[in-house]
Nanobody
């Protein structure tokens, strides 16, 4: 069974930083694009960032550009989200996702999803 497991969430003050990790197990994710989404209370799921297998193509939501950085370590089947200059509006449950197709990841139709990790930014 394929599993994506997020970690690294927590409580941080506005202006602070967090680094989320997503590890994959159960199969190889060779060739898979991976991404991050978030869902705030009472809101729909929102795209945050996505990256191709090689890292040659990366997309960010406008709301996080210049503050968040997505990266991956294919040898460890892992993807990361470095979040800097955090704002209270970044508070949400963050999910990682994986799919062979980057555009599928971007629109939130990935085949594989993690269970989420909570990020809370206090003002």
């Amino acid at each position: 069974q394929v599993q994506l497991v997020e970690s690294g969430g927590g409580l941080v003050q506005a202006g602070g930083s967090l680094r989320l990790s997503c590890g994959a197990s159960g199969r190889t994710f060779s060739g898979f694009a991976m991404g991050w989404f978030r869902q705030a209370p009472g809101k729909g799921r929102e795209f945050v960032a996505a990256i191709t297998w090689t890292g040659s193509t990366i997309y960010y939501a406008d709301s996080v550009k210049g503050r968040f950085t997505i990266s991956r370590n294919n040898a460890k089947n892992a993807v990361f989200l470095q979040m800097n200059s955090l704002k209270p509006e970044d508070t949400a449950v963050y999910y990682c996702a994986a799919d062979l197709r980057l555009n599928v990841v971007r629109v939130g139709d990935s085949d594989y999803w993690g269970q989420g990790t909570q990020v809370t930014v206090s003002s």
